[in-house]
DNA sequence: ACTTAACCTAGTAAAATAGTCAACTATTAG
DNA sequence: CTAATAGTTGACTATTTTACTAGGTTAAGT
């Protein structure tokens, strides 16, 4: 388990998704203004959330992204090792060989440390996320400013 | 609180550093060994623990780096920020302003779990680490096969 | 003196991160 | 049907971080 900041842009990108598109798709487009993350960078983000199938792209005008599962189904953990692709966090990926075929320190201690740290990012969902109050402010004052900002002619709430 | 392979090299020479330093300091060419991390490599991970108070260089022959403090009073958290350089997790260091002046979401949501995540990794001591089994074997195994393999005329225990 | 090993600096190759650009396909509104 | 929307894909670039190399200087022990 790693935690850097492509995980960061995932777990807020999906936190904006979740809580933006309980009516509708939601667009990348969107989510690109609200949390300022560049459009195509969000792409390769939500084509590996796509294909680990938390979220749904909905095609066409009113299209957009929207989650698979009820927001208190999806968790930390989930969103960050789909989008940080795993990689052998030890070398030897299970083998314990990463060192003339035994088991290294890194081995014994990291993967112990990188389990828990999963079980930890494990238990706390989406939902838990957004019942945060602070978090509903925040998204609630972006929601109302991209309306402000930008024109927009659909979906006027 | 970032997790990544840089911080793992530095806990893991940590550890090492910990098990073998009782007795005498340990030199960062044994460590290098022990571990396959290149010997600068681990010169520039041990020059950010020496500014962080955490390690203390012994220079001359029979030198090499010891613990500033005891095992238990150093825990993982603080290894790992010590070789992180903690680079703005938010782009805006606390003060909340990354997007227009506001609070963003990633402040709302990453500060808290980076937070929770901090937390819990400070409750883990290098004395904890050690206390494993698996992790001392692999340790004293990796030690006499270092004595095997490189020689060495001094301080044979 | 000579060796040892920390300490320091600069550079560099590889990887990951972050983002751009352009073409394409599916859907839907008009 | 047509045009607009928006996802999908791939190739390509720039920056940053990571990991390592090479070379030195300084302090301490023999």
Same mark, same amino acid.
């Given at each position: 388990?790693?935690?850097? +900041?492509?995980? =960061? ?16 798709? @939601? +667009?990348? +487009?969107?989510?690109?203004? =609200? ?22 792209? @909905? *095609? ?5 992204? #929207? ?15 789909? @989008? ?6 030890? #070398? ?7 060192? #003339?075929?035994?088991?290294?320190? +890194? ?10 740290? =999963? ?12 019942? #945060? ?7 609630? *004052? ?11 002619? *659909?979906?006027?709430?």
């Amino acid at each position: 388990m790693r935690l850097t +900041t492509k995980g =960061r842009y995932a777990v807020t990108a999906m936190l904006d998704l979740a809580f933006h598109s309980q009516i509708k798709p @939601v +667009t990348l +487009t969107d989510i690109a203004a =609200r949390q300022t993350i560049s459009l195509s960078y969000l792409e390769q983000l939500f084509a590996r959330l796509r294909r680990a199938g938390m979220v749904k792209g @909905v *095609r066409g005008p009113g299209g957009g992204y #929207k989650l698979c599962r009820n927001t208190n189904e999806i968790n930390i953990a989930d969103i960050i090792s789909a @989008v940080d692709e795993s990689l052998d966090s030890t #070398k030897c990926r299970g083998e314990a060989n990463c060192q #003339k075929d035994q088991a290294c320190l +890194t081995h014994a201690l990291w993967m112990g440390l990188s389990e828990q740290i =999963r079980n930890y990012l494990e238990n706390i969902s989406l939902a838990d996320l957004l019942e #945060k109050n602070q978090v509903q402010d925040v998204a609630k *004052r972006q929601h109302y400013e991209v309306h402000q900002a930008i024109e927009v002619h *659909r979906h006027s709430e």
